[in-house]
């Protein structure tokens, strides 16, 4: 599933920031997805996760309680609103148009887009 994500951009610690990811709608409706993110230097992990119907949701614990996954089935479009948003929090993100939870892990099948990088200042 080839998705594309925009929204990122440069703000002050605890601003806010809604990314958004755009998948085929062909596929977009049977596929649970997730965001992810990698900061430089460090492995990409898994922020946050929704099911296909967008009832569970799954966060990181870094970011619990200050990010929310949302989807759009009609609109083919998925959402991270990110807010309080701290240094650590730097990263490039990327969605996944095809996370899969088994085993007791999140995995990525579907392709990656470019990403798009945030960046939270001091």
């Known amino acids: 599933v080839q998705v594309s994500e925009f929204g990122g951009g440069l703000v002050p610690a605890g601003g806010s920031l809604r990314l958004s990811c755009a998948a085929p709608?062909?596929?977009?409706?049977?596929?649970?997805m997730g965001w992810y993110r990698q900061a430089p230097e460090k492995e990409r992990e898994l922020v946050a996760y929704?099911?296909?119907?967008?009832?569970?949701?799954y966060y990181s614990d870094s970011v619990k309680g200050r990010f929310t996954i949302s989807r759009d089935n009609v609109k083919s479009m998925m959402y991270l609103q990110m807010n309080n948003l701290k240094p650590e929090d730097t990263a490039v993100y990327y969605c996944?148009?095809?996370?899969?939870?088994?085993?007791?892990?999140?995995?990525?099948?579907?392709?990656w887009g470019q990403g798009t990088t945030v960046t939270v200042s001091e």
């Open positions: 996944n148009g095809d996370t899969r939870y088994y085993r007791g892990g999140y995995h990525a099948w579907g392709s």
């Open positions: 709608a062909n596929t977009f409706s049977v596929n649970a």
């Open positions: 929704i099911s296909t119907d967008g009832v569970v949701t």
